[in-house]
DNA sequence: CACTGTTTGTGACGATTGTCACAGGTTAAA
DNA sequence: TTTAACCTGTGACAATCGTCACAAACAGTG
């Protein structure tokens, strides 16, 4: 909780009566490792704040998962499209190791958004992060190699190949498993 | 201008006192092809609805530029991270035909809006399409063969392809210019 | 410790793609 | 019409990557 307020002040001004009018819409929980907080087909209602513990969002493409993203400690997990729209959900999100989430009810938020336009302005503070790591992440891929992106990873987010195993890492980064093992031993 | 009407009623209500607050934070600009719309280097303050013609989104890697997005008629074009932060863009913005542009200035809009509740509403919607045209794009990559994306713009963007010389498309599928040509020849 | 299941490393081979070089087309201005 | 600049198609060849197969390393369990 202390996370998610240090997070907040780091977004916007939020004063203690900001805190008392966001607080309804949250809910801490605890998902064990493969729990999903968001299931492919159904509709997103909620966004996730990771306290502890990390989550990966992965498309199932002829039965295999493709990873788009992971979300670590202080990163903010859901499906936007899903949210904006309230169309199915085209992918998962899945706990990788034991998790802890505060959830952010979207019908509830709005509610309260609609009183304090601090909560308002959180929300769209929230929502241009996303779209910055989006268009970041795009690029990525348009501008460089297989190879190339590993460096960038290693560079600007050592962290996540710490904590993602290869296999998970490999269709994130758009390769083959053995590629990137091979990547990684020519280094 | 009509067009603009319809665009932003197809995201939010807006009544003619809403219209009367936001007018001052635009402005009709006529770009001749190859002007700029944003530079890399320079920070983005602005967004552009594109009334007629189309733009696309640069990077220039080692000498080379490589797009990443096209803007058509009823787009939103801007650099969202650069807006939001204020750091300088890393990539352009730059018109492919003759085009008009409707500019939002954000230093304005960010004045009206904080009066007007509905021009706020608007600027998150805009947000979250631009977050979710993001998110798509950038499954594209990780979920297709180059074959495959190019199938996917015939089925989803037409137009795109119609309008966008081979050259120019290439780098936004992410292959050579050659490659993009045997592909278009093998089908 | 042994057993099992999962993850990672590696070799071989074929398919795809990038690069280089050049030819034919198209467009626009002189 | 001629010229020049640009865009597109194509062949040859090398580099990269994906796929398949299997071995080695590792983690968790009884």
Partial sequence: MENLLRYIHSLTGFSPGNWRALEPALTTIVFSKDEYLLQAGKVCDALFFVSSGYCRAFYNKDGQDINTAFFFENDIATNINSLATGEKSDFSIQA????????????????????????????????????????????????????????????????????????????????????????????
């Avoid at 308002?120 to 990525?140: P, S, V, Y």
């Avoid at 960038?152 to 190949?161: A, I, R, S, V, Y």
Wanted: proline share 4%; glycine share 4%; with cysteine.
């Fill in 96 to 187: 990788s190791e034991p998790l802890t989430a505060i959830r952010f009810d979207i019908k509830k938020l709005r509610e309260v958004s609609l009183l304090d336009p601090a909560i308002e302005a959180l929300g769209r503070k929230c929502l241009q992060q996303i779209a910055a790591k989006q268009e970041k992440h795009a690029a990525m891929f348009k501008l460089m190699s297989p190879q190339e992106r590993y460096e960038f990873l290693e560079e600007h987010d050592p962290g996540l190949l710490q904590r993602v195993s290869l296999t998970q890492l490999s269709s994130y980064l758009g390769v083959a498993r053995e590629t990137l093992s091979r990547i990684r031993s020519r280094r």
